[in-house]
C-alpha cells in the first residue's frame, strides 16, 4: 500500500501551486520539436493513410500572457516514402514526399505548477507534395505499366491538442502533445505514362481529411523575465 501511496502523493505534490508559477515570470518561449509522430494525407488512392516518425523537424514561438499563451508553430518533412495502393492491381508508388505546416494559436495552462497538462488549438496552412513512380502490377505480379505521379494538397488546418510539460527549472519546459488535425485543401494530381505515348492525366478537386498525431516530444526555453 506504501508503495502505491508514495508516487500518487509526490505527484500530488509536485502538482500543487506551492512552486513558483513558471509560465508568467517569462515573456516569450521559443521550443524544438525533438520528435514526432504523425499522419500524413493520403496520397493518390494510397490504402491507408501512412504514419512518419520524424526527428526535429519544427520549431514554435510563444508569447505568455497570464493563463494563456499565443503560438506560432511550424513543422517540415522532406522524406523518401513508398506504400501499396488499389490491390486490384496493386499499384506500388515510391518517391519524395516535401510537407510543410504554419500554424498559430493559443495554449491554455490549467496551473502552473512544475507538472503542467494544458490543451492547445492551432489554425493554419498545410503544403502537401509527393513526386514519385507508380509501377502498376498484374495479378501475375509483373509490372505492366508504370507512371511518373505528382500529387499536390495544400490548404487550410485546424488542430485542437492536449500536451503536459515537465519543468526541471524555471527557465526549460519538457512537453509532449497529442491531437489530431483537421484538413480541407486543394488537389491536384498528374500523372505521365512513361511509355512513347507519354500520356498526361490530370484531375482536380477538394478533400477533407482527419489526420492523428499521436504524439510529439520537444524541449521550451522561457525567457524575457518579467521580473
Same mark, same amino acid.
Given at each position: ?24 515570470? !517569462? +515573456?516569450?518561449?521559443? &521550443? ?5 509522430? $504523425? %499522419?500524413?494525407?493520403?496520397? =493518390? ?81 498545410? !503544403? +502537401?507534395?509527393?513526386? &514519385? ?5 498484374? $495479378? %501475375?505480379?509483373?509490372?505492366? =505499366? ?82
Amino acid at each position: 500500500m506504501k508503495q502505491i501511496l508514495l508516487p500518487c502523493c509526490l505527484f500530488m505534490f509536485l502538482s500543487t501551486n506551492t512552486f513558483s508559477q513558471v509560465n508568467p515570470k !517569462y +515573456n516569450f518561449t521559443i &521550443g524544438l520539436i525533438g520528435f514526432s509522430y $504523425l %499522419q500524413l494525407p493520403q496520397i =493518390a488512392d494510397q490504402d491507408q493513410q501512412k504514419y512518419l516518425t520524424n526527428y526535429f523537424s519544427g520549431a514554435l514561438l510563444k508569447l505568455n500572457d497570464h493563463q494563456i499563451s499565443y503560438r506560432l508553430s511550424g513543422n517540415f518533412i522532406h522524406n523518401n516514402i513508398n506504400f501499396q495502393s488499389d490491390c486490384t492491381n496493386c499499384n506500388l508508388d515510391n518517391g519524395r514526399i516535401t510537407d510543410y505546416n504554419i500554424s498559430i494559436g493559443f495554449e491554455k495552462n490549467l496551473n502552473y505548477a512544475r507538472i503542467q497538462p494544458y490543451f492547445a488549438f492551432d489554425a493554419g496552412y498545410r !503544403y +502537401n507534395r509527393f513526386s &514519385g513512380i507508380q509501377n502498376s502490377i498484374n $495479378l %501475375q505480379r509483373k509490372i505492366y =505499366a508504370t507512371d511518373a505521379l505528382e500529387t499536390i494538397k495544400d490548404g487550410f488546418t485546424a488542430a485542437p491538442a492536449f500536451g503536459i510539460k515537465i519543468n526541471p527549472i524555471d527557465e526549460i519546459s519538457i512537453f509532449a502533445e497529442g491531437g489530431f488535425q483537421y484538413c480541407i485543401s486543394y488537389l491536384h494530381t498528374q500523372t505521365i505514362s512513361q511509355d512513347l505515348s507519354a500520356t498526361l492525366t490530370q484531375t482536380t478537386g477538394h478533400k477533407q481529411e482527419i489526420l492523428f498525431k499521436p504524439i510529439t516530444i520537444g524541449i521550451q526555453f522561457h525567457l524575457g523575465n518579467k521580473d
